[in-house]
């Protein structure tokens, strides 16, 4: 197992889900993290399932604030004196419904949390702590940015411009900063239960793995990508879908 002793580690959205996941996974590790979300009292319980303050420290606001943004990037820095590791994790999808028809304000508000605001978050580390000590960055993209998507294709959108982001920052910000992403397929968490819910069992079908993807799956991969024995891994992003992609539908 990896370690991240001595590192600290920025994750947004991470009071529960995939977010908390990859919290989890880094801690166990022996990294120390900041968390970030919208509810006070879900991130306090956050902080203390994962050990309580003297390893988490939560930073409550809204991801499409950039004041909070910058909240949370010095809270890393003047709690735990640096700034190793970010995980854009946080993402937005308040419409459901054929892209034909989606309300071209929430779109922007979609793009400016999902894409602007991670781009924001790079930019802030960087300058912060990451361009002269170095670090790993790790977005979590989705399946949905790879493919069309029924019914989420303004998400989708977003989570294609992040990919694609993952190869640009990879190339800009190596060697000091690895970039890379993981696009998930459906994962079991509040934010993904409109794809999964009432039809469990007939979606995991689907999947050659036979089930649907659990957070910890993610925060696994999130760890290994993040770690020094992903050294020479960058720009990419790793697709974790129990194959379904590789049936062609799902």
Known sequence: MSTFEGRTA????????????????????????????????????????????????????????????????????????????????????PVYGPMVDLDLGAFRKILDTNVVGTLDLVQQAWRAWMSEHGGSVLFVASVAGLRSSENIGGYGVSKAAVVNMTTQLAVELGPKVRVNAVAPAVVKTKFAGALFEGREAELAATYPAGRLGVPEDVGEAAAYLLSDEAGWVTGQTLVLDGGVLSRGRG
Request: aromatic share 2%; charged share 20%; glycine share 14%.
């Open 10 to 93: 920025l994750v947004t959205g991470g009071s529960r889900g995939i977010g908390l996941a990859i919290a989890q996974s880094l801690v166990r590790r022996g990294a120390r993290v900041v968390l970030t979300a919208r509810k006070p009292d879900a991130l306090a319980e956050a902080v203390e399932a994962l050990g309580g303050p003297d390893v988490a420290v939560a930073v409550a606001g809204n991801a499409g604030d950039p004041e909070h943004r910058a909240e949370a990037v010095r809270t890393a820095v003047d709690t735990f004196g640096s700034l190793d590791v970010l995980v854009g994790n946080v993402g937005i999808n």
